[in-house]
């Protein structure tokens, strides 16, 4: 029951985002409530993946539901960011962190073989830094609306930015782990055309 709620809690911050985006953007829901729902789903992120560990219900499929979960959240929001304040440096920012995170959860679903007990799912400390610089950044600009802060829109810029500098380097970290398994996918590839021919 408990891992059924923990895995619930996860899928929420996906499914909710979207509508919590509608919600705002037609004017249902205030620039308090919006950055305060907000919030409560950045916190959702370190929330499931805490109790999880707690209570010993870690499993392959909560680490890819929570990983695809991260990736429409901060999507979501980074887009809907640039539909509120187009300009180019934010395309710029919000395109490459976008571009950086579809690479990486291709990488995550690619059929790389397993490597003993490694969970292929795992996140490094610097992905965990970059996830949270990207929450952060976020939380400014929802700040920016409710307080109208010009102030608070720059800071966040500044923080999406340091964010969009620890994902490439996370990124780049993630794909020199998995240089092994690539090399086992190649062999296993050749060895099968070899096999077939």
Known sequence: MLFFSILALTAFRA???????????IG?????????????????????????????????????????????????FFTYWLILNP????????MATLIRELIALALRAAPLPSLGNQEHFSVALLGKAKTATQAFSLLLWCLSLLFQENALVNAAYWVLG????????????????????????????????????
């Not at 440096?89 to 919000?94: E, H, M, P």
């Not at 996370?170 to 398994?181: E, M, V």
């Open 162 to 197: 340091a964010s969009l500098f620890l994902s490439w380097i996370s990124l780049f970290q993630y794909i020199f782990g998995l240089r092994r398994r690539f090399y086992l996918l190649y062999i296993t590839s050749r060895d099968a055309s070899v096999a077939s021919q």
């Open 28 to 76: 249902y829901l205030s620039d308090l409530g919006f950055t305060c729902i907000f919030f409560f789903l950045a916190l959702s992120d370190g929330l499931d993946g805490f109790l999880a560990r707690k209570f010993r219900v870690v499993s392959s499929f909560g680490a890819w539901l929570d990983h695809v979960s991260d990736k429409i959240f901060m999507a979501v």
């Open 15 to 25: 499914i909710f985002s979207p509508i919590l985006i509608v919600l705002h953007a």
């Open 87 to 94: 300009n180019r440096l934010l395309i710029v920012l919000v």
